[in-house]
């Protein structure tokens, strides 16, 4: 029973794009901010990008700042990571979730986020 289900990963160039998907199967979290992490082998889980509840707002690690987007359709319970120019260093699993929980937390802290999908794979190639 997962509620969040990610899809559009794959193998690209170095340079080349992909867009994510993440879906919220069971239409819950309409009213949550959401965000995509990814982990690449060897290595711990790092933010990569988040959305305020309304789409408002957004955030990203700086690694990736002008070359991905994220944006959300509530009316589609549909999560988007638009990932442009893609580097080798991109290559990892990238998962999506919602957030809830203590106000502590921030957007970027993974401890933040409450439920997750199991993850798409994007390999960029050199």
């Known amino acids: 029973q997962v509620p969040l289900v990610e899809s559009g990963g794959g193998l690209v160039q170095a340079g080349g794009s992909l867009r994510l998907s993440c879906a919220d199967s069971?239409?819950?979290?309409?009213?949550?901010?959401m965000g995509w992490f990814r982990q690449a082998p060897g290595k711990e889980r790092e933010f990569v990008a988040a959305?305020?509840?309304?789409?408002?707002?957004?955030y990203y690690t700086n690694s990736v700042k002008g070359r991905f987007t994220i944006s959300r359709d509530n009316a589609k319970n549909t999560v988007y990571l638009q990932m442009n120019s893609l580097k080798p260093e991109d290559t990892a699993v990238y998962s999506c979730?919602?957030?809830?929980?203590?106000?502590?937390?921030?957007?970027?802290?993974?401890?933040?986020?409450?439920?997750w999908g199991q993850g798409t794979q994007v390999t960029v190639s050199s």
């Open positions: 959305i305020t509840w309304n789409g408002g707002s957004t």
């Open positions: 979730a919602a957030k809830k929980g203590s106000p502590g937390y921030s957007y970027f802290d993974a401890r933040g986020y409450a439920y």
């Open positions: 069971g239409r819950t979290f309409s009213s949550y901010p």
